[in-house]
């Protein structure tokens, strides 16, 4: 079977606008997460904020001052911008083109911002036309000024991009389309950092994946998506190539509705899965980008589920989530670059923030490794209700 | 590779979990209509049930008894699609938020609100580690689920899959969409509502559920021989879509038995409806579903049920046509097209 390549990619995130503003922000070894600049909360907790407000965003990418919006769509906007320059895929192409974004708070920071005044304005309560998820990845898409084929939108929560690149690369490999541009788009909302907030799963100081005295997480925003593509497409085209998707899994915990099972049976078929799908053996894997959140729960039951897969030959393995926070439903296409950056510049980004061992036994990469020669890396996202997907990313 | 229906259930303002509607359809003077549950006795505990809001009870109900009519004990796949979720349980945890300030909220409610808490409350009840996908794309919310199920089946990756759409209408969301106008003011009788002449259709709740599979036997209800989804045709383009999923069942247009379009009532949406209706099936029988099923993101989920149900018992009940009435003895090859405000399309055709 042809091979699913990824010929470009495009990030916003907490670290800044683009792959070159992400990559030196990693390099610095600096967490991006603070206090809150934009979002109008009383919660005093910090948070991975992209550093533009909204009209600083539109100006980003030209997008209509008075045309509704949400902080999800521009970010999703800047992504995909990004992630078409790179892949070089012009408004008029013959391809088949799939857009597929993941997000779970779609619209939700304009209904909070502006539904008391619903029923007296009119103009206001159209913003409840954005709230749903689809509304925001059709409104994405429009960035493109081409015709994308086909449109969807995956909401598992945190591991919906991740879902987003599995169903790219099932319908490349189908030849439903030549190309899908897949990942997610999320902004920060009231609604959900004080859901978080019920869930007592927020530390009130920066997050620490895997440390035995870790607290809980801190919560992202950004967009990622990639473009993935057949090869016979990437040839015609002649286009580069950055890497390929080599194999991906998706299971579910079925454990809770929000907690994960203590033996990580989700993340454990999740990554199984992806191991058999790219006939690769758990040693081939050389980089694992982590869910690693930062809770007590999640860190626990990934931790279990690694230690099942690769047993006492554990990869270099490091959270990015201290740098970023956690971007839930963007989180899989956000990470998933971030490992691609890494298997292209020989990069290993610390797990910020990690002093001590716990009892899950073993220690993620605590300072950045440079010159690392990886082949291939793993990417995990789990989410609420068990969604559980891995992907990983070999050189081509 | 073939794909077919093995079951379909629905909890509906029809009599819940049952084809009576094909006899004894419920016809509402309304603009809102609650579901009429089934006893959910049978399949959750007091506890349970005290724990679930009503959609995810309407979803485990529906999917449990599609599964058992399926022949099942359990499945290789579920994906739900949704394209609000599970409003009520967000509506509660918004106004909460809202009125009290950030102060003391509950994590129940925030829990049950995210999109895919309603395919993961299904695997938990299962006890299904299978593949797990919710898909949330407006008025296609329903295909995309069965087009990701279509891809898997394609990919050998699964024998069957439970395919649900489920969507829920709780009171301050209801009138916010009435402000909007996607919702009509006031109670509407379904012949003037047929005419199609106001904005606004009538709400109602959705809970279908099915097995698809690629096995053909003894349960299967229809098959689907194909489906296209697209986004933003010209007629050329619809056209296209049109003559490649004849040609690919190797039918002409006259073979169709009838169409089922998506009229609801508004007549933003009518407009399209009819001129699809117009341009391409002019002479073939018109049928709609959704003055018996209500409007939802997920309602096209009802178009496909009764398109399979219509195919299983071998007959179209007069008050299915829209227009272009005809009497149609045997059924045989029924095409569901489906659009959102003419952006997202659908077309899913159906054979015995």
């Known amino acids: ?396 | 590779m073939s794909v077919y229906i093995q079951s379909i259930k629905q909890i509906s303002f029809q009599k819940p979990l049952c084809e009576q509607w094909l006899e004894q359809a419920v016809f509402v003077n309304a603009n809102y209509n609650e579901a009429k549950d089934p006893d959910f006795k049978p399949y959750f505990s007091p506890i349970e049930a005290r724990r679930m809001g009503k959609l995810i009870k309407r979803a485990i109900a529906t999917s449990s008894e599609a599964t058992k009519e399926a022949g099942l004990k359990n499945v290789d796949s579920i994906v739900v699609g949704s394209g609000f979720g599970c409003l009520e349980n967000t509506e509660k945890f918004l106004l909460a938020m809202i009125e009290q300030g950030e102060q003391n909220l509950q994590p129940t409610p925030f829990i049950q609100s995210t999109y895919n808490t309603i395919a993961s409350q299904i695997a938990i009840y299962m006890k299904n580690h299978c593949y797990n996908s919710t898909y949330s794309q407006q008025g296609l919310s329903f295909e995309s689920a069965l087009f990701d199920t279509f891809l898997q089946i394609q990919l050998h990756k699964i024998n069957n899959s439970l395919v649900g759409a489920h969507e829920e209408m709780p009171p301050t969301f209801f009138k916010w969409f009435q402000q909007l106008g996607t919702c009509k003011d006031e109670p509407i009788d379904v012949a003037i509502l047929k005419q199609g002449k106001s904005r606004g259709s009538i709400f109602g709740n959705c809970a279908v559920s099915m097995v698809i599979s690629n096995q053909n036997n003894d349960k299967t209800i229809c098959k689907i021989q194909s489906m296209k989804l697209f986004h933003q045709p010209d007629d050329k383009d619809f056209y296209k879509n049109l003559n490649a999923i004849l040609t690919e069942a190797n039918l002409q247009l006259e073979d169709i038995s009838a169409v089922i379009l998506s009229y609801n009532g508004d007549c933003e949406n009518d407009h399209f409806c009819n001129h699809y209706a117009n341009t391409f099936f002019s002479s073939l029988p018109i049928l709609w579903y959704k003055h018996l099923f209500g409007e939802s993101l997920s309602a096209s989920s009802f178009g496909v049920y009764v398109g399979a149900k219509c195919l299983q018992y071998q007959k179209i009940p007069q008050h299915l046509f829209y227009k272009n009435e005809q009497t149609i003895n045997h059924p045989k090859n029924i095409l569901v097209h489906n659009h959102f405000k003419n952006q997202d399309h659908s077309l899913i055709l159906l054979s015995c």
């Open chain 1, 1 to 396: 079977m042809s091979e699913i390549l990824v010929t470009g990619m495009g990030i916003v995130s907490a670290l800044g606008n683009g792959k070159t503003a992400t990559f030196r922000a990693l390099e610095a070894e600096k967490s991006a997460i603070g206090n809150h600049l934009f979002l109008k909360t009383s919660l005093q907790l910090p948070i991975g904020e992209v550093p533009y407000n909204n009209e600083e965003l539109k100006q980003l990418i030209g997008y209509p001052s008075d045309k509704l919006t949400t902080r999800t769509i521009l970010l999703g906007c800047i992504a995909l911008q990004e992630a078409l320059e790179e892949g070089k895929i012009p408004t008029n192409t013959s391809k088949r083109i799939a857009f597929i974004s993941a997000t779970t708070v779609g619209g939700m920071d304009k209904v909070e911002e502006n539904c008391n005044n619903f029923l007296s304005d009119k103009q206001l309560c159209k913003y409840l036309n954005l709230q749903n998820c689809g509304a925001n990845t059709s409104a994405i898409a429009e960035q493109y000024g081409g015709k994308f084929d086909y449109i969807t939108t995956i909401s598992t929560a945190c591991s919906s991009a991740a879902n987003a690149i599995i169903l790219g690369a099932n319908m490349i490999k189908m030849d439903y389309v030549d190309i899908a541009i897949v990942g997610g788009s999320e902004c920060l909302s009231k609604f959900h950092l004080n859901g978080f907030n019920t869930l007592m799963i927020l530390d009130k100081n920066l997050c620490r994946p895997f440390d035995a005295n870790r607290k809980g997480l801190n919560l992202g925003e950004g967009a990622a998506y990639l473009l993935l593509e057949s090869e016979k497409s990437a040839k015609e085209r002649n286009v580069n190539i950055l890497c390929k998707l080599s194999g991906y899994g998706n299971a579910c915990d079925a454990f809770h509705q929000t907690a994960s099972s203590p033996d990580g049976e989700g993340p454990f078929l999740a990554m199984q899965e992806a191991l058999k799908e790219s006939n690769l053996k758990s040693e081939d894997i050389d980089y694992v980008n982590a869910h690693g959140t930062g809770t007590s729960n999640n860190d626990e039951s990934e931790g279990m589920a690694l230690k099942r897969i690769f047993g006492n030959k554990m990869p270099l393995i490091s959270s990015t989530k201290p740098f970023t926070g956690h971007c839930t439903s963007a989180a899989g296409s956000i990470e998933s670059v971030i490992s691609i950056l890494c298997l292209r510049n020989k990069f290993v980004p610390a797990n910020l923030h990690f002093k001590t061992e716990s009892n899950i036994g073993f220690s993620p990469v605590i300072h950045n490794i440079y010159n690392q020669p990886l082949q291939h890396v793993m990417n995990n996202s789990f989410g609420f209700g068990g969604n559980d997907s891995s992907c990983i990313f070999s050189k081509y």
